[in-house]
């Protein structure tokens, strides 16, 4: 846990959202009860914090502060400046009397000076403020080098039209309030004037158990180069207009903040966001916000997506005030965001549902890297291999998916991968070739890997010009459990790891095993690029759910859910905050997707409303733990929808595989991204090897193979939260002067 050192007596540590719902006040990194007291002088100070994001990470020239004030004290004798102006006519009463809201705008770029005082008592309160470029960036560091603007191209939903062209180079447009409403027949239909009631205008009771019409006031605009949404109930023929003191009968005070799929490398703004026109939430009274770098599929970058999150979120909550939570919502590289940030960025999600989950981009591309090396071995060798015998050496749950094309283009998307006839394989047919690398006729151009989008973090090798890369294969023994398990013979085993090679700086296959960077290995774990559930975690409630596809040739295999379990308990000592909940992927009625998501999404909100109304002065994680609904529990669902909690059944409807690193014997973790090496033992394998093919074994292996009862080559603890990148590979702390337990 980590407080403001301005905050030391404070017992809690919670996100803004849960905390402003309890009664609480973000001040900088920390929370504070507002307007009681910590010590015997309680109650006698002015207190100001900001509420819709932290002091020194404003943006866009405003924030939402507030003041308390002590009980002896009249509200129309505090004096609020902003670097020296008078702004206290910005400020409104909350309705008990204690305290002052206002939307501070105005702030200059930099350094800000807010002050308040009481007349004729000499109290005074300062709290600085650091106003950041609306355009950003804040903490993600030198913002990404070539990049294409597609305001022209995003097409707005349900009323179609695009943003026209960028009006600057940093892609922004101006800010458009659109209105739709649910039909009677089901769909979304555009609202040009919302003072018109259609005839099929249809209603919605939210979960509150309010009936409104179900007209939806859609924003759209650029945050931070990326095109963001923001939807919520409004109709404006019978609701103010909105504001932090003005809210909507139809919204419940609760954010879905919505994560896109994908992992590919970014050098765009994208033309799709998460989604935010999704029945199920607006429906039931929630607003959605979304952007295009929050879709993992346009820029597969943990950073830029927190700090886009960070500063939509603060946008919104300038608009129509603080949200009792926050939910994060989104699968595959969705679920990816909502993890990494739950780790690193805690307190802008207050409960996650990671849908077809992964626990990062990192280690989901590491082994899918495998999967071409592993094809090419066993697909060109003399010896014969049944498809059974390939399966069980990558793991997967059918051999299909790593003899597809598409574990191919995953390839390519991590390691950049070249090939003749397509130089730019990695990279969208949006960025102009000529301004994209190629070995040969443009060695300076953007490199589209995983590392190379992530440049600000990983910095760069000076030999090479490139980011440094955490992938390794050295010392990996690729089919070593269908070895012992009898499913493959010692010569196959041999021949595979003698001829599997790895891949080179540009992607390319070579005879030599993939080889790390040391210093590359320990920024990704210091930093946070592999999930270990440390940061943030042990303090938000999480709802894994996923479609059981192990049986398709599809990457979202279920192991991932059970891979990120494994590293809650190694780090936290459980996972009582972690459910996991299965369905099938042709369920239907109770059994389908939607279905289950309704029940997801019912799950998560009682579960942080528990943790709202919870007032002890227990932690946070305990108060997690403590406030799971009674059925929040691991599940699974037939094809029509029956729900099963006995594990044992669960496993055996919907077995979870493997993958090239666990078959390798990795263990479930899978948190080891190079492994430390041990000498050739014989003991190490269940079937007889002569003494050839101990010999044989250790010229593949000169150097030993992987030790997985170490951790591995520079593997260390998360570094801290809420870290920056102020250039590449350069880190810094962000509160620096935070209390660390």
């Known amino acids: 846990m980590t407080v403001n050192s301005q905050c030391r007596q404070s017992r809690t540590y919670l996100s803004a959202s849960i905390a402003v719902a309890a009664g609480f006040a973000l001040a900088g990194s920390c929370l504070v009860f507002a307007g009681d007291k910590h010590d015997d002088d309680k109650g006698k100070d002015l207190r100001i914090s900001t509420l819709s994001t932290k002091p020194d990470l404003v943006s866009g020239g405003d924030v939402l502060v507030k003041v308390d004030v002590p009980r002896n004290v009249s509200l129309q004798s505090v004096r609020v400046e902003l670097n020296g102006r008078n702004i206290s006519t910005a400020f409104r ?62 097409t707005l939903p349900v009323t179609g039209g695009t943003l026209g062209p960028p009006l600057d180079a940093d892609c922004s447009t101006l800010t458009r309030v659109d209105y739709v409403y649910r039909s009677t027949d089901g769909t979304f239909k555009p609202l040009p004037d919302p ?20 007209i939806v006031r859609i924003e759209t605009g650029t945050i931070n180069r990326a095109i963001y949404q923001l939807a919520i109930l409004h109709d404006p023929k019978v609701d103010p207009a909105l504001s932090p003191w003005t809210r909507s009968a139809g919204w419940n005070s609760r954010l879905v903040y919505s994560f896109g799929g994908g992992c590919a490398p970014g050098y765009r703004q994208g033309t799709t966001t998460g989604g935010v026109l999704n029945n199920l939430w607006l429906s039931k009274g929630y607003a959605a916000a979304a ?20 500063m939509v979120k603060e946008h919104f909550i300038e608009q129509y005030g603080v949200p009792r939570y926050t939910i994060g919502w989104g699968a595959s590289g969705g679920s ?38 592993i094809a090419r071995a066993v697909n060109t060798s003399t010896l014969p291999w049944s498809t059974d ?25 991590v390691l950049g991968l ?11 047919t949006t960025v102009p070739p000529a301004l994209l690398y190629d070995p040969v006729n443009n060695p300076t151009g953007a490199r589209c890997t995983f590392f190379d989008n992530a440049v600000n973090i990983f910095g760069v090798d000076p030999k090479t010009g490139f980011a440094l890369r955490a992938i390794d294969s050295v010392g990996v023994q690729y089919g070593l459990q269908a070895l012992n398990a009898g499913k493959i013979s010692a010569e196959q085993f041999l021949d595979l790891n003698e001829r599997v090679g790895g891949y080179d ?22 930093t946070g690029r592999l999930d270990s559930g440390d940061g943030g975690f042990n303090t938000v409630p999480i709802i894994d759910f996923r479609t059981y596809r192990d049986d398709v040739s599809d990457p979202h295999d279920s192991v991932r859910s059970h891979i990120m379990r494994a590293r809650l308990i190694a780090t936290n000592g459980h996972a009582d905050n972690q459910i996991i909940l299965v369905s099938s992927l042709v369920g239907t009625g109770a059994g389908s997707s939607n279905a289950i998501a309704a029940e997801v999404l019912r799950l998560i909100d009682q579960w942080l409303a528990n943790i709202a109304n919870d ?5 946070t994680a305990a108060k997690v733990v403590r406030n799971k609904p009674q059925d929040a529990v691991d599940a699974c669902y037939t094809v029509t929808g029956q729900k099963i909690t006995d594990t044992a059944s669960c496993r055996q409807l919907y077995p979870p595989h493997s993958n090239p690193r666990l078959a390798a014997g990795q263990p479930l973790a899978q948190d080891i991204l190079k492994c430390r090496l041990k000498a050739v033992d014989p003991a190490d394998y269940t079937a007889s090897l002569t003494a050839a093919q101990i010999a044989r074994l250790k010229r593949i292996f000169p150097d030993g193979v992987c030790d997985y009862s170490r951790p591995g080559v520079e593997q260390h603890d998360l570094r801290d939260t809420w870290l920056g990148y102020p250039r590449p590979g350069g880190i810094e702390v962000l509160d620096k002067d935070r209390d660390r337990d």
């Open 93 to 154: 009463a909350d309705a008990a009397g204690r305290s002052l809201t206002g939307l501070v705008t105005g702030l200059k770029l930099g350094k800000n000076s807010l002050e308040a005082s009481v007349r004729d008592h000499g109290r005074l309160e300062r709290l600085v403020l650091t106003n950041h470029p609306i355009t950003g960036p804040i903490f993600s560091g030198p913002q990404q080098q070539p990049f294409i603007c597609q305001t022209q191209s995003f």
């Open 195 to 214: 003072r018109v009631t259609p005839a099929d205008l249809a209603q919605t009771t939210t979960n509150e158990g309010r009936t409104v019409q179900y």
């Open 291 to 310: 952007s295009s770098l929050n879709v993992f599929g346009n820029n597969c970058h943990d950073v830029i997506s927190a700090e886009t999150t960070m």
């Open 336 to 373: 990816m965001q909502q993890h990494l940030l739950t780790q690193n960025y805690p307190g802008l999600l207050d409960g996650i549902t990671p849908g077809l989950s992964f626990p990062d981009a990192l280690t989901f591309l590491i082994p899918i890297s495998d999967c071409q090396p």
């Open 389 to 413: 015998q390939k399966k069980a050496v990558a793991g997967w749950g059918t051999w299909d998916f790593c003899n597809a094309t598409g574990s191919g283009d995953w390839a390519v998307r």
């Open 418 to 428: 070249l090939k003749p006839d397509a130089p730019v394989a990695g990279c969208n």
């Open 505 to 526: 700086v540009d992607g390319n296959m070579v005879a030599s095993r993939t080889l790390a960077d040391r210093k590359g290995l320990r920024i990704a774990y210091e």
């Open 615 to 619: 007032a002890s002065e227990s932690s």
